[in-house]
C-alpha cells in the first residue's frame, strides 16, 4: 500500500514538471476582464500590438505552445484564465479576438480543441463565507488552501510536500488593486 501512495506521488510530481509556471496562478481573471482597458492591455502584449507588463510577458512566452496543444502543460487555474479571457476579448473586443487567432492559429486548426479543453477547466479563485468567520480560498485542484479573516492571502504549502514530509513550497495569494492588477508581496512577506 505503502509503494501505491508512493508512486501515486511520484507521478503527481513529475506531471507537475510538465506544467507551465505557477507563478501567476493566482491573477484576479474576473477583475482583469471587467477592466476593458487592462484587458486591451493584455490581449496588446499577446497580439504584439502593445507593451507587457510582467504578468502579460509570463502568459504571453507559453501562450503559442498552449493554443498549439489545446493548454496540454496548464493547470487548472490556467484554463480557467484562459477560458474567461477568450471569453471576454471574444465579447468585448471582436477584432482585437480576430488578430489574436490569426497570430496564434492562423490556420484555423487548434482553436476548437483549445476552447473544449479549457471549457472543463474549474474556477480557481473561488471564495466563499464560512460558518466559522473565515474565508476561505482555493487556487484549484493544486492543494493549496490558506484561511484569513482579512481576504489578504497568506503564506502556504502544498498538501502534497506536507503528506511527503517535504518542506514546504511557499506560494502568496497577492491582493488585487480592483482592477486585475497582483500587488506585489512586499520582500518581509507581510501585506501592509
Same mark, same amino acid.
Not at 23 to 35: A, P, Q, R, S, Y
Not at 159 to 166: C, K, M, V
Not at 181 to 189: A, D, S, V
Given at each position: 500500500m505503502k509503494w501505491i501512495i508512493v508512486l501515486s506521488a511520484l507521478t503527481v510530481l513529475a506531471r507537475a514538471k510538465d506544467l507551465y509556471s505557477t507563478?501567476?496562478?493566482?491573477? !484576479? $481573471?474576473?477583475?482583469?476582464?471587467?477592466?476593458?482597458g487592462s484587458l486591451?492591455?493584455?490581449?496588446?502584449?499577446?497580439? !504584439? $500590438?502593445?507593451?507587457?507588463n510582467a504578468e502579460a510577458?509570463?502568459?504571453k512566452k507559453d501562450m503559442a505552445e498552449a493554443v498549439a496543444q489545446a493548454c496540454e502543460k496548464c493547470t487548472e487555474a490556467q484554463k480557467h484564465i484562459f477560458k474567461v479571457f477568450l471569453e471576454a476579448i471574444k465579447e468585448k473586443d471582436p477584432e482585437g479576438y480576430k488578430i489574436f487567432q490569426q497570430k496564434y492559429d492562423p490556420q484555423n486548426k487548434y482553436i476548437a480543441a483549445?476552447?473544449?479543453?479549457?471549457?472543463?477547466?474549474r474556477t480557481h479563485s473561488e471564495s466563499q463565507r464560512t460558518g466559522d468567520g473565515l474565508k476561505r480560498?482555493?487556487?484549484g485542484t493544486h492543494g493549496k488552501i490558506a484561511d484569513r479573516e482579512d481576504g489578504r492571502g497568506v503564506a502556504g504549502e502544498t498538501?502534497?510536500?506536507?503528506?511527503?514530509?517535504?518542506p514546504g513550497q511557499g506560494w502568496r495569494e497577492r491582493e488585487t488593486d480592483g482592477k486585475g492588477?497582483?500587488?506585489?508581496?512586499?520582500?518581509?512577506?507581510h501585506s501592509n
Open positions: 507563478e501567476n496562478d493566482d491573477l !484576479d $481573471i474576473d477583475g482583469l476582464v471587467k477592466d476593458v486591451k492591455a493584455f490581449l496588446g502584449c499577446f497580439n !504584439d $500590438i502593445g507593451t507587457c510577458a509570463d502568459f483549445l476552447q473544449t479543453a479549457i471549457a472543463m477547466g480560498y482555493s487556487t498538501i502534497l510536500s506536507r503528506l511527503l514530509g517535504l492588477w497582483r500587488r506585489p508581496m512586499p520582500k518581509n512577506g
